[in-house]
RNA sequence: GCCGCUCUAGCUCAACUGGUCAGAGCAGGGGCCUCUUAAGCCCAAGGUUCUGGGUUCGAGUCCCAGGGGCGGCACCA
């Protein structure tokens, strides 16, 4: 288990002491030695990539003058005498190292021999081809770049404890490659939102973190208090009210990438802080939107290094209505059960395996969308047109009474993007968050807070606009098949 | 919050129904080896079996409580 919870007088004489002891005795002997183990750069490193491919063509048996530099962690080490194999690896990939004694000298030799797995070092060396024909550098010198204090994971099972790969991400990395590609992918899927809508003229913004008032979605916040103020305030739950205020403004089309939180449970699906990226653009509907969201996870996922893609996100995607969708997989058209009653007597009539008690109509949609729906929708799919009620933020629908203009996107079976025809009348949103404040009124802690001076704004006026919140943690899991946020997230929540 | 599963050496994993069951590989230590690549060979070492109770002649194994992790439910995106 992790050392945190170990007593801190723990008896000593533990095998892990022993390990990082002689760890230790060695660094002392590399001091003495007149080596610093902890040096300050180590200038005009290559990439070990960059020199695979300057000798991609190398024959085997082949030797060059050819001299790099590189830089890495020792992961592996064959030694066989008077000469040695090291494997070295940098973020871009491994290289194997050849050290001679007879080259080296003994004593330098048996240093670079001498040294753990872990430890950081910096080579220079003359690539060739061993007879087996693998690119290796012939060590003419190196350099001790950090002592590693610390027995690495196993070189070849790698790190497999899912507890130590969450809290020690480090180790994790260390350990996994495809955890380290991982992460360079998002990174890429990152840059590449940014890149499209930077693309289509979206503005970049930054809003409060830290609000006096939260919205924008329906959940609970986290709470915290600001002292010379002596004030609480809230962590955002979304981006959404503050950007439309920019609308307001005149910005157009502006964008914000950024984490929001969000005080409920966990599960494979939900970290109480996530990455969301919402974007609003002036004079646009919900449909304009479902095009830039197929448009820019296509571009986006262009950026991926890993070939070939987890999914298919190629445009255009499917398109269905929600109560198309509701009807496909359970024959009942919610449209036609427009009360609690009805539907719950048309749920109960089709055998579904459904809770129905103390659920309200809306809440029932929901639940039929969520639990019969939304596991079954693996190609890319927008739901479309949801029930008012649902929606404080979304514009009525322009030909169905009692629905607003508004659609979901699903990929692999978990909804990734939700967007709207935005609301922009100041009356009519003023009614919905009286509507809200009934129901927070009637014990429903996830209601939206009434926001005086987001209405204000809106009285002002604000452009048509469509807006999309696409959360990012989620894309990363869809477009790369992990199956639970916590993988596609570096440090994830734990108790 | 509730339910189920799970926790053994630094890492990856063994130990049939309670009975030489505290074991292996890797890593680490000592030795041999100048083209190996999960290098190889020889030697020695390494344990609070998550923690605390209990049952039993005997507990890694069964029971109870606690902790962590994972999954499900509830809630949400």
Same mark, same amino acid.
């Given at each position: 288990m992790t050392e945190r919870r170990e007593a801190p007088d723990a008896p000593a004489a533990r095998p892990l002491d022993d390990l990082i002891a002689t760890r230790r005795e060695k660094l002392e002997r590399l001091r003495a030695e007149g080596?610093?183990?902890?040096?300050?750069a180590f200038a005009g490193v290559e990439p070990i990539a960059a020199v695979r491919a300057a000798h991609a063509d190398l024959a085997a048996g082949e030797e060059t003058e050819a001299r790099h530099r590189v830089a890495g962690r020792l992961i592996a080490r064959r030694d066989a005498g008077g000469a040695a194999f090291l494997d070295l690896a940098d973020r871009s990939g491994r290289i194997q190292l050849h050290a001679r004694a007879d080259l080296l000298g003994d004593e330098r030799f048996a240093r670079l021999v001498g040294l753990d797995l872990g430890d950081l070092v910096g080579v220079d060396g003359a690539a060739f081809c061993t007879r087996r024909g693998e690119l290796s550098l012939r060590v003419e010198d190196f350099a001790v770049l950090a002592k590693s204090l610390r027995p690495p994971p196993?070189?070849?099972?790698?790190?497999?404890d899912v507890e130590t790969r969450y809290r020690q991400r480090e180790l994790d990395l260390i350990a996994n490659e495809d955890v380290r590609a991982l992460f360079v992918d998002r990174a890429r899927l990152v840059s590449g939102v940014r890149a499209y809508l930077d693309g289509e003229g979206f503005v970049e913004v930054e809003t409060p973190v830290l609000q006096p008032l939260y919205g924008g979605a329906l959940s609970r916040p986290f709470r915290t208090h600001h002292h010379a103020l002596d004030r609480d305030l809230f962590l955002r739950i979304a981006t959404e009210l503050y950007l439309k205020r920019l609308l307001v403004g005149g910005l157009e089309r502006v964008y914000e990438l950024g984490k929001d939180f969000r005080n409920e449970g966990l599960s494979p699906k939900h970290n109480p802080e996530f990455t969301m990226v919402e974007w609003y653009e002036a004079y646009s509907d919900y449909s304009d939107q479902a095009a830039r969201l197929e448009e820019l996870v296509a571009a986006a996922a262009e /950026?991926?290094?890993? /070939?070939?893609? /987890?999914v298919t996100v190629t445009p255009p995607w499917r398109r269905v209505t929600l109560r198309e969708a509701i009807a496909e997989r359970t024959g009942i058209d919610v449209l036609e059960h427009r009360d609690r009653g009805a539907l719950v007597a048309a749920i109960e009539g089709a055998g579904l395996d459904l809770a129905v008690s103390e659920r309200t109509w809306p809440q029932l949609v929901d639940d039929l969308l969520t639990k019969m729906v939304e596991p079954t929708l693996q190609e890319p799919t927008f739901v479309l047109d949801y029930p008012v009620e649902l929606s404080p933020f979304a514009k009525a629908h322009r030909s169905q /009474?009692?629905?607003?203009?508004r659609w979901e996107a699903f990929v692999g079976g978990v909804e990734i993007a939700n967007a709207f025809?935005?609301?922009?009348d100041p009356d009519e949103q003023r009614r919905r968050f009286e509507a809200q404040r009934a129901e927070a009124g009637a014990g429903d802690e996830e209601a939206q807070p009434y926001d005086e001076a987001f209405v204000r704004a809106l009285e002002h006026g604000m452009p048509p606009t469509g807006g999309v919140g696409l959360g990012i943690d989620r894309l990363v899991m869809v477009l790369t098949g992990r199956r639970s946020i916590r993988e596609v997230l570096l440090f994830p929540a734990m108790r």
């Amino acid at each position: 288990m992790t050392e945190r919870r170990e007593a801190p007088d723990a008896p000593a004489a533990r095998p892990l002491d022993d390990l990082i002891a002689t760890r230790r005795e060695k660094l002392e002997r590399l001091r003495a030695e007149g080596v610093e183990p902890f040096p300050h750069a180590f200038a005009g490193v290559e990439p070990i990539a960059a020199v695979r491919a300057a000798h991609a063509d190398l024959a085997a048996g082949e030797e060059t003058e050819a001299r790099h530099r590189v830089a890495g962690r020792l992961i592996a080490r064959r030694d066989a005498g008077g000469a040695a194999f090291l494997d070295l690896a940098d973020r871009s990939g491994r290289i194997q190292l050849h050290a001679r004694a007879d080259l080296l000298g003994d004593e330098r030799f048996a240093r670079l021999v001498g040294l753990d797995l872990g430890d950081l070092v910096g080579v220079d060396g003359a690539a060739f081809c061993t007879r087996r024909g693998e690119l290796s550098l012939r060590v003419e010198d190196f350099a001790v770049l950090a002592k590693s204090l610390r027995p690495p994971p196993d070189k070849h099972h790698g790190l497999a404890d899912v507890e130590t790969r969450y809290r020690q991400r480090e180790l994790d990395l260390i350990a996994n490659e495809d955890v380290r590609a991982l992460f360079v992918d998002r990174a890429r899927l990152v840059s590449g939102v940014r890149a499209y809508l930077d693309g289509e003229g979206f503005v970049e913004v930054e809003t409060p973190v830290l609000q006096p008032l939260y919205g924008g979605a329906l959940s609970r916040p986290f709470r915290t208090h600001h002292h010379a103020l002596d004030r609480d305030l809230f962590l955002r739950i979304a981006t959404e009210l503050y950007l439309k205020r920019l609308l307001v403004g005149g910005l157009e089309r502006v964008y914000e990438l950024g984490k929001d939180f969000r005080n409920e449970g966990l599960s494979p699906k939900h970290n109480p802080e996530f990455t969301m990226v919402e974007w609003y653009e002036a004079y646009s509907d919900y449909s304009d939107q479902a095009a830039r969201l197929e448009e820019l996870v296509a571009a986006a996922a262009e /950026r991926l290094l890993e /070939r070939p893609p /987890r999914v298919t996100v190629t445009p255009p995607w499917r398109r269905v209505t929600l109560r198309e969708a509701i009807a496909e997989r359970t024959g009942i058209d919610v449209l036609e059960h427009r009360d609690r009653g009805a539907l719950v007597a048309a749920i109960e009539g089709a055998g579904l395996d459904l809770a129905v008690s103390e659920r309200t109509w809306p809440q029932l949609v929901d639940d039929l969308l969520t639990k019969m729906v939304e596991p079954t929708l693996q190609e890319p799919t927008f739901v479309l047109d949801y029930p008012v009620e649902l929606s404080p933020f979304a514009k009525a629908h322009r030909s169905q /009474r009692g629905l607003v203009e508004r659609w979901e996107a699903f990929v692999g079976g978990v909804e990734i993007a939700n967007a709207f025809t935005e609301l922009n009348d100041p009356d009519e949103q003023r009614r919905r968050f009286e509507a809200q404040r009934a129901e927070a009124g009637a014990g429903d802690e996830e209601a939206q807070p009434y926001d005086e001076a987001f209405v204000r704004a809106l009285e002002h006026g604000m452009p048509p606009t469509g807006g999309v919140g696409l959360g990012i943690d989620r894309l990363v899991m869809v477009l790369t098949g992990r199956r639970s946020i916590r993988e596609v997230l570096l440090f994830p929540a734990m108790r």
